[in-house]
């Protein structure tokens, strides 16, 4: 069964940096598209970012330039650089495979306030 835990999600100051991580269980990641989505109260989940087995990656407007993302094919994770922080930057972060529709993690938290 497939599984994926994000962590590294905390309270930052505008401006401030945070690393998301994803680790993956029951799948392959190296040959998987792989996605971070952010959702807020009362919202449904969006699309951030994406990286293909490829290696081509493809950034949401809002953060393009800010955010990073990476991964580690021999510890099957992925990982979300964030610099340069911004408010509207808040929310819960999800990895996700990008063909499987079932599979969400619990989500890390992003605060980004003063």
């Known amino acids: 069964q497939v599984q994926l835990v994000e962590s590294g999600g905390g309270l930052v100051q505008p401006g401030g940096s945070l690393r998301l991580s994803c680790e993956a269980s029951?799948?392959?990641?190296?040959?998987?598209?792989m996605n971070w989505y952010r959702q807020r109260p009362g919202k449904e989940r969006e699309l951030v970012v994406g990286?293909?087995?490829?290696?081509?990656?493809y950034y949401d407007d809002s953060v393009k330039g800010r955010f990073t993302i990476s991964r580690d094919n021999a510890k099957n994770m992925v990982y979300l650089q964030m610099n340069s922080l911004k408010p509207e930057d808040t929310g819960v972060y999800y990895c996700?495979?990008?063909?499987?529709?079932?599979?969400w993690g619990q989500g890390t938290q992003v605060t980004v306030s003063s």
């Open positions: 996700k495979v990008r063909r499987l529709d079932n599979y």
């Open positions: 029951g799948i392959d990641i190296k040959i998987e598209t």
């Open positions: 990286l293909t087995s490829g290696g081509s990656a």
